[in-house]
Every structure is written in structure tokens, then in C-alpha cells.
């Protein structure tokens, strides 16, 4: 089952990162009056290492979301380039060991969350006894037992939620990639997920995600960066970074976009 | 690749049972017809007749309208509701998902049809005491090759229009018109003057003829089946166009950049 250019005799070593962006840039058209250029993202360069849980944040309209849609090969960069387990993205890359959450996601709305699984575990050519296995361990996971047999179209929004988490970690990827992991979540639902990304972490898995709780971040993050406008404001180890500033993430987060309190 | 495909195609299928338009549409057919078949009560054989081909031109109504509905919202539900964010992500090629997405929905005419026909075939059963099947055979079959077309181009016009509603509306008027005039065409275009006469000329030779895939002229007046040479031609000219279809689909998607 798992297939991976690292065993298929690349040039990659422990040391080399999972995850690179290099001077990447994305640029959009938007169609208005005038066609008008739209700078998503500018210039971003940084790296993941093997084992690091390691968070992507920056204010709504930073260019996570369009920065990750590179990653997953869905916009073509406009200049740049990125690579995920040494393979550049705009190849078909080694999809089999990333576990992916987008943003905002409706799951197919007739489909029960266990036929949903079913159908993501085959692409991944999971053997069918094992899946059965897996999809009651990822069920259980996110704590939708009690709805597996149920349409998605009755689910409320943080159960979505859920399963996008489930068919994320469904194929034991070694590299996961989170937009918003704990939006629409209650506080259990954010915890647990706290407790996924930990247990990711110990079993040597690499986290890279966005998210806008920065609390959330200070306690799960190895290292973070910090964008706006589609460039790189800060980057560096948690701990550096609490020691740098001598002050909470949240207040760094908003001092570097350049937040003025207005009380 | 096929693996990919027949699981995408699954869902497809299942979206369809689960979803109420089918059963309307059925319903619409049985009723329609079994209301026009109770006016008369005696088995006059123009009656009969008359009731035979008003049902198949419900039926093909029907499996077209269901076909190119189908067909037209697979891709851009899959954009809308970001479906496609997390499969794309997975061990599949977009390519794979075009051919499952067309899969999906022919499979599911394929299941419509037959369950148009069984009406049909009792209908008439009731009504003449005859079942030719290979007849019958013949023309699911073709008709079921006809919405494999339909479906192909209708999945590139997905691609090709923004509003699906445009595209099925296109498609539901091209299809229909090609069924009605495209055997037609050439003897207009000899009418006709130049460049109009090329132009039409050029069309008529490129267009799918959907109409080759209509026997109903034969169930309707009982005629024996149509030679089984020429029936299994029709299958490789329908796979022409499909793959033309699927190929210029698989071309567009791949260079599409999918955001937001
Ligand atoms: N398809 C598109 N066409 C035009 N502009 C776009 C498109 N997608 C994104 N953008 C623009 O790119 C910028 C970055 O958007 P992006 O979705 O990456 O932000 P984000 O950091 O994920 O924000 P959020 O925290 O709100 O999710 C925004 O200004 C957005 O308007
Ligand atoms: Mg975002």
C-alpha cells in the first residue's frame, strides 16, 4: 500500500525537509471593470521538517488556503516552485501519504460517513478487510458512531467538520495538511482535535497546518510561521519566538500585522 | 486507473437512486401512458400503436432529460460544494475522475433504461401477447450507446460553460435537434448556396447522428430487427465519439486551475 518516491530511490535524505516552498508567488486575475491582478501569494519561501507539527497563520485573506491549494497541486504557482517528499508538486505527487482537510468542505450529501470511507479507502487501495478495520477506528476517532449509517445532508456543521477530519487521517499519511483544522468546533471537538495532532506527533507524523486560535497553536506547534498580504512576517520555533517578543503568540500574531488597539 | 474510476462511478450510481428525480420522471412516464392507454378499451391495432410510440418517446424524453441533467451537474456540485478538494487530494488522477464521473452517469441511464423497458415490455405484453426480445435487446442497447454520447458531451460542456443550466439547456437543444433534423442535413445543405451549403456540409459530416440509435420505427410497427452487422457497428461509432468527448473533457480539466 505504501508507495513512496523515498523508497522508489530518490535523493532524499532524513535531513532533507518534507515539506519546501520556494519564492513562491500566485497571482489571480480578477475579472472587474478593468482586469485587475490579485497578488495571493508573494514571494513565500519556508520549509517542514520530518516530525514537526509546525502552524501556518496569518489574518482571513493571507494566502493559507491559496498556498496549500499549491501544495495539493490545484493552482498552478505563477512563479515559484514547492515540493513535497522531494517531488515537485506540479507532479503527480505521492498523494498516498498525505492526509489532506480542506477548508470549509460539504462531504457528497447522500452518502452515510461509513460509504464515504468506503469509497476513499479504494482509491487509497486499502484491502477490504483492513478498511472495515480503519473505518471504525477513524469513526471512533472523531466520535461519529452514533451517525456512521446516517446521510451527510442531515449533519450539522461541526459533524462535517468531523468527518473531514476522519477521511484526512483514514490512510495513515505521514504528512497531513490541516486549513482550519478546529473551525465550527466546540470545545470538545477542538481538544480532541489538540489531542489528534499530538498523537500524529508521536507517532513521527508531519503536521502542517493553519489556523487563526492561537492559544491552540502556542500548546501543538513546534515552529510557526506568520504571513500577511502573502508574505512572510515571522518564522521560528515556538519557544524562540515567546522568548523573542516577551509576549503571548496572539499578541505577537497581532502586533506583526499591525493591529493598533482602538481602546 | 479502472479501480479509481468504477469508485467514483459508485457514487455517482448511488446518488441517483437516492435522489427523487428518476422516480419522477418514471412515474411521470406510467402514468402518462397508462392514462392515454385506459381511453380505449378495445385492442384496435392503431390504438395500440399510437400507445407504443407515444411511451417510447416518453421514455426517450425522459433518459435524455435524466442523462444530460446528470451529467451536466456531476463537476460543478463537485466544485460547489468543494467535493473536489478532498478527492483530488487523494491517489487519483483527474483524468480517472472524468472517466468515473461519465461512468457513473451512463451506468446509471444503463439502470433507468432498463427499468423504462420492463414497463414497456409488459405494456405491450399486456397489450399484443408478444415479447420480441431481441428487438427489444436491440434497442436498449443503442439507445443506451446513444445516451453514452449524450453523456460524454454533455460532461465537456460542464467543463466549457459556467451555469449548468446553460449547458444542459444547449445540450438538450443540440441532442434534440440532431435527433429530429440530423439525417436531414445533407439535403438541406444541397439547397442551399455557398458557404452556407459547406458549412452545413461539414457539420452533418462531424456530428454524432444520434438519430442511427433510434429504432423505434421498428418496435412501433413490429418489424423484425435490424441486421446484427449493422447493429454492432453503431457501438464502436458511439466509442469514437465518446473518447473524443472524454479526451477533449480530460484536456480542458487538467489545465483548469481549481480555487475557491
Ligand atoms: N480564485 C480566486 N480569485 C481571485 N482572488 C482569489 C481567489 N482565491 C483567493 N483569492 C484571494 O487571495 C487572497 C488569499 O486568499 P486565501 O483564501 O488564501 O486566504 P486565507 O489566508 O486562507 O484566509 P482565511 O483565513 O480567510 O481562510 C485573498 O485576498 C483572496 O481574495
Ligand atoms: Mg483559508
Same mark, same amino acid.
Given at each position: 500500500?505504501?508507495h513512496?518516491?523515498?523508497?522508489?530511490g530518490?535523493?532524499?535524505?532524513a535531513?532533507?525537509?518534507? %515539506?519546501?516552498?520556494?519564492?513562491?508567488?500566485? &497571482?489571480?486575475?480578477?475579472?472587474?471593470?478593468?482586469?485587475?491582478?490579485?497578488?495571493?501569494?508573494?514571494?513565500?519561501?519556508?520549509?517542514?521538517?520530518?516530525?514537526?507539527?509546525?502552524?501556518?497563520?496569518?489574518?482571513n485573506?493571507?494566502?493559507?488556503?491559496?498556498?496549500?491549494n499549491?501544495?495539493?497541486?490545484?493552482?498552478?504557482?505563477?512563479?515559484?516552485?514547492?515540493?513535497?517528499?522531494?517531488?515537485?508538486?506540479?507532479?503527480?505527487?505521492?498523494?498516498?501519504?498525505?492526509?489532506?482537510?480542506?477548508?470549509?468542505?460539504?462531504?457528497?450529501?447522500?452518502?452515510?460517513?461509513? &460509504?464515504?470511507?468506503?469509497f476513499?479507502?479504494?482509491?487509497?487501495?486499502?484491502p477490504?478487510?483492513q478498511? &472495515?478495520?480503519?473505518?471504525?477506528?477513524?469513526?471512533k476517532?472523531?466520535?461519529?458512531?452514533?451517525?456512521?449509517?446516517?446521510?451527510?445532508?442531515?449533519?450539522?456543521?461541526?459533524m462535517?467538520?468531523?468527518?473531514?477530519?476522519?477521511?484526512?487521517?483514514?490512510?495513515?499519511?505521514?504528512?497531513?495538511?490541516?486549513?482550519?483544522?478546529?473551525?465550527?468546533?466546540?470545545?470538545?471537538?477542538?481538544?480532541?482535535?489538540? &489531542?489528534?495532532?499530538?498523537?500524529?506527533?508521536?507517532?513521527?507524523?508531519?503536521?502542517?497546518?493553519?489556523?487563526?486560535?492561537?492559544?491552540?497553536?502556542?500548546?501543538?506547534?513546534?515552529?510557526?510561521?506568520?504571513?500577511?498580504q502573502?508574505?512572510?512576517?515571522?518564522?521560528?520555533?515556538?519557544?524562540? %519566538?515567546?522568548?523573542?517578543?516577551?509576549?503571548?503568540?496572539?499578541? #505577537?500574531?497581532?502586533? %506583526? #500585522?499591525?493591529?493598533?488597539?482602538?481602546? | 486507473?479502472?479501480?479509481?474510476?468504477?469508485?467514483?462511478?459508485?457514487?455517482?450510481?448511488?446518488?441517483?437512486?437516492?435522489?427523487?428525480?428518476?422516480?419522477?420522471?418514471?412515474?411521470?412516464?406510467?402514468i402518462?401512458?397508462?392514462?392515454?392507454?385506459?381511453?380505449?378499451?378495445?385492442?384496435?391495432?392503431?390504438?395500440?400503436?399510437?400507445?407504443?410510440?407515444?411511451?417510447?418517446?416518453?421514455?426517450?424524453?425522459?433518459?435524455?432529460?435524466?442523462?444530460?441533467?446528470?451529467?451536466?451537474?456531476?463537476?460543478?456540485?463537485?466544485?460547489?460544494?468543494?467535493?473536489?478538494?478532498?478527492?483530488?487530494?487523494?491517489?487519483?488522477?483527474?483524468?480517472?475522475?472524468?472517466?468515473?464521473?461519465?461512468?457513473?452517469?451512463?451506468?446509471?441511464?444503463?439502470?433507468?433504461?432498463?427499468?423504462?423497458?420492463?414497463?414497456f415490455?409488459?405494456?405491450?405484453?399486456?397489450?399484443?401477447?408478444?415479447?420480441?426480445?431481441?428487438?427489444?435487446?436491440?434497442?436498449?442497447?443503442?439507445?443506451?450507446?446513444?445516451?453514452?454520447?449524450?453523456?460524454?458531451?454533455?460532461?465537456?460542456?460542464?467543463?466549457?460553460?459556467?451555469?449548468?443550466?446553460?449547458?444542459?439547456?444547449?445540450?438538450?437543444?443540440?441532442?434534440?435537434?440532431?435527433?429530429?433534423?440530423?439525417?436531414?442535413?445533407?439535403?438541406?445543405?444541397?439547397?442551399?448556396?455557398?458557404?452556407?451549403?459547406?458549412?452545413?456540409?461539414?457539420?452533418?459530416?462531424?456530428?454524432?447522428?444520434?438519430?442511427?440509435?433510434?429504432?423505434?420505427?421498428?418496435?412501433?410497427?413490429?418489424?423484425?430487427?435490424?441486421?446484427?452487422?449493422?447493429?454492432?457497428?453503431?457501438?464502436?461509432?458511439?466509442?469514437?465519439?465518446?473518447?473524443?468527448?472524454?479526451?477533449?473533457?480530460?484536456?480542458?480539466?487538467?489545465?483548469?486551475?481549481?480555487?475557491?
Amino acid at each position: 500500500m505504501q508507495h513512496s518516491p523515498m523508497h522508489d530511490g530518490q535523493r532524499m535524505t532524513a535531513s532533507e525537509p518534507i %515539506l519546501k516552498i520556494d519564492n513562491l508567488r500566485v &497571482e489571480f486575475r480578477v475579472a472587474g471593470l478593468k482586469e485587475e491582478v490579485k497578488v495571493a501569494v508573494d514571494g513565500l519561501s519556508l520549509t517542514v521538517n520530518a516530525g514537526e507539527v509546525f502552524g501556518f497563520l496569518g489574518p482571513n485573506g493571507a494566502g493559507k488556503t491559496t498556498t496549500m491549494n499549491v501544495l495539493l497541486g490545484f493552482v498552478p504557482p505563477t512563479s515559484g516552485s514547492a515540493y513535497i517528499f522531494g517531488t515537485d508538486v506540479s507532479q503527480p505527487i505521492a498523494r498516498q501519504r498525505i492526509g489532506y482537510l480542506p477548508e470549509l468542505t460539504y462531504y457528497y450529501r447522500f452518502l452515510t460517513p461509513e &460509504e464515504l470511507l468506503r469509497f476513499y479507502g479504494r482509491i487509497f487501495r486499502i484491502p477490504k478487510d483492513q478498511l &472495515e478495520k480503519r473505518i471504525d477506528e477513524v469513526i471512533k476517532l472523531v466520535e461519529l458512531e452514533h451517525a456512521r449509517k446516517r446521510q451527510i445532508k442531515t449533519f450539522s456543521k461541526g459533524m462535517q467538520q468531523r468527518i473531514g477530519l476522519a477521511q484526512a487521517v483514514l490512510n495513515n499519511p505521514d504528512l497531513l495538511i490541516f486549513d482550519e483544522p478546529t473551525s465550527g468546533l466546540d470545545p470538545i471537538g477542538r481538544m480532541k482535535v489538540r &489531542e489528534i495532532i499530538q498523537r500524529l506527533k508521536n507517532e513521527g507524523k508531519t503536521v502542517f497546518f493553519s489556523s487563526h486560535e492561537m492559544g491552540e497553536v502556542e500548546t501543538v506547534c513546534d515552529r510557526v510561521v506568520i504571513i500577511n498580504q502573502g508574505k512572510v512576517r515571522e518564522e521560528g520555533q515556538v519557544t524562540d %519566538l515567546l522568548a523573542k517578543h516577551q509576549m503571548n503568540l496572539e499578541q #505577537i500574531f497581532l502586533k %506583526l #500585522i499591525g493591529y493598533q488597539a482602538s481602546v | 486507473m479502472m479501480t479509481n474510476a468504477m469508485a467514483l462511478a459508485g457514487v455517482v450510481v448511488r446518488e441517483m437512486y437516492r435522489r427523487k428525480d428518476f422516480y419522477v420522471l418514471l412515474i411521470l412516464t406510467v402514468i402518462i401512458t397508462l392514462a392515454m392507454g385506459s381511453v380505449n378499451f378495445f385492442n384496435d391495432d392503431k390504438i395500440v400503436r399510437y400507445l407504443k410510440e407515444l411511451c417510447l418517446l416518453l421514455i426517450w424524453i425522459s433518459t435524455l432529460v435524466m442523462a444530460i441533467s446528470m451529467a451536466a451537474r456531476q463537476l460543478p456540485m463537485e466544485r460547489e460544494s468543494r467535493t473536489i478538494f478532498p478527492l483530488l487530494a487523494k491517489p487519483i488522477s483527474r483524468g480517472e475522475v472524468i472517466l468515473g464521473k461519465f461512468l457513473g452517469c451512463w451506468f446509471a441511464c444503463g439502470l433507468a433504461l432498463l427499468v423504462f423497458y420492463v414497463f414497456f415490455s409488459v405494456l405491450t405484453g399486456v397489450r399484443e401477447h408478444d415479447l420480441p426480445v431481441l428487438s427489444y435487446f436491440q434497442a436498449i442497447w443503442l439507445h443506451w450507446m446513444m445516451l453514452g454520447i449524450v453523456t460524454a458531451m454533455v460532461i465537456l460542456g460542464s467543463l466549457i460553460f459556467a451555469a449548468p443550466s446553460s449547458n444542459a439547456t444547449i445540450s438538450f437543444v443540440v441532442s434534440a435537434g440532431i435527433l429530429l433534423l440530423g439525417r436531414h442535413l445533407n439535403k438541406v445543405a444541397l439547397q442551399m448556396s455557398e458557404p452556407s451549403s459547406t458549412i452545413l456540409y461539414t457539420i452533418y459530416y462531424n456530428i454524432p447522428h444520434l438519430e442511427i440509435f433510434d429504432v423505434r420505427d421498428l418496435i412501433v410497427h413490429n418489424q423484425p430487427p435490424i441486421e446484427w452487422g449493422w447493429w454492432a457497428l453503431a457501438t464502436p461509432y458511439a466509442a469514437v465519439y465518446i473518447a473524443i468527448f472524454l479526451f477533449a473533457a480530460c484536456w480542458i480539466f487538467k489545465r483548469k486551475s481549481l480555487s475557491a
